[in-house]
């Protein structure tokens, strides 16, 4: 992997490790359809004039691609974000975030050696297997809540987070939707579904107490988790998918220090330890 995508990788790790620690904060007994209304709109409200003079400055032409690239990330995204919220209500952070990261790059992984043909070499392909065994490593350490429901939902979310990877990569390479304006008509798409999802709750809490409860945390994923994906959509276009799936995982390293210093959960040392492995694997990846 180049210097700069790594780079780009990085950077967006450290960003999307920032706002999944915000989120844990507001799960427990969060309305999730509600929160994640708010913060889906408040990233609308700060990007779509980004995406808006991105367009217009660099004098892109939009076309069909445009819109069939979108629509299918805002419902892959949608499912994304309620699982994984409901996961962050059953199980502690530290067994749902890295669950949901490893599980991820290893189906990205395999997809993208079986189906689109990508060949990483040979340091390249151990730095992936790394990333997956220290993401393990942390999952196993002991959990406050419901392990099995946190470790199946986290699951869940691998499994959302290889489908919306694997056609992100699809939209920028293959239908070359420039990731500005991927990224920014995704996220727009996503509000009428997620108006419906909204008018659908049996037990629902107002918007306007999400959003007075949970304001801190949804501008943290408002400003972060935009950030974090256009990066990755960059790094997408100059290194293999396989290798920008498992790179980003680095961001379990900072879950695992944010767990560990600040929710104080259980068996640090572990997890710590399969940090260690995940940078190892990181590692192995920039060589290759």
């Known amino acids: 992997m180049s210097t700069t995508a790594l780079g780009l990788v990085l950077a967006a790790a450290l960003l999307h490790a920032?706002?999944?620690f915000a989120v844990k904060g507001v799960s427990d007994g969060a309305d999730r359809v509600a929160f994640v209304w708010v913060?889906?709109?408040?990233?609308?409200a700060l990007w779509l004039p980004i995406g808006v003079c991105w367009v217009l400055v660099a004098g892109e032409r939009p076309t069909w691609s445009w819109l069939v690239g979108p629509v299918v990330s805002a419902l892959l995204h949608i499912?994304?974000?309620l699982v994984l919220q409901r996961g962050y209500a059953e199980g502690d952070l530290n067994l749902v975030?890295?669950?949901?990261?490893?599980t991820g790059p290893l189906l990205t992984f395999v997809?993208?050696?079986t189906v689109l043909g990508q060949h990483p070499a040979p340091a390249e392909v151990a730095g992936v297997l790394s990333v997956v065994a220290g993401v393990l490593l942390i999952s196993l350490g002991g959990t406050t809540g419901d392990a099995r429901a946190g470790a199946a939902w986290g699951l869940a979310t691998g499994a959302t987070i290889a489908a919306y990877t694997l056609w992100d990569n699809r939209s920028v390479n293959g239908l070359h939707v420039p990731p500005v304006?991927?990224?920014?008509l995704g996220l727009v798409l996503q509000l009428p579904f997620l108006w419906v999802a909204l008018a659908r709750r049996?037990?629902?809490?107002p918007v306007r107490e999400v959003w007075t409860t949970g304001r801190r945390a949804a501008l943290t994923v408002a400003?972060?988790?935009?950030?974090?994906?256009?990066l990755v959509l960059r790094a997408m276009q100059l290194a293999p998918v396989a290798l920008v799936a498992a790179g980003r995982e680095s961001s379990i390293v900072v879950g695992a220090v944010f767990g560990w210093l600040v929710l104080r959960e259980p068996r640090p040392a572990r997890r710590l330890v399969g940090a260690v492995v995940v940078l190892a694997g990181i590692g192995l990846i920039a060589l290759g």
Not at 97 to 102: E, K, N, Q
Not at 181 to 184: C, K, S
Not at 202 to 205: I, K, L, R
């Open 97 to 102: 975030y890295p669950l949901a990261r490893g």
């Open 202 to 205: 049996t037990d629902p809490t």
């Open 181 to 184: 304006p991927y990224f920014v």
């Open 39 to 44: 913060y889906v709109v408040a990233s609308a």
């Open 223 to 230: 400003a972060c988790s935009p950030l974090a994906y256009v």
């Open 18 to 20: 920032t706002w999944n």
């Open 111 to 113: 997809v993208a050696v």
């Open 79 to 81: 499912a994304y974000q």
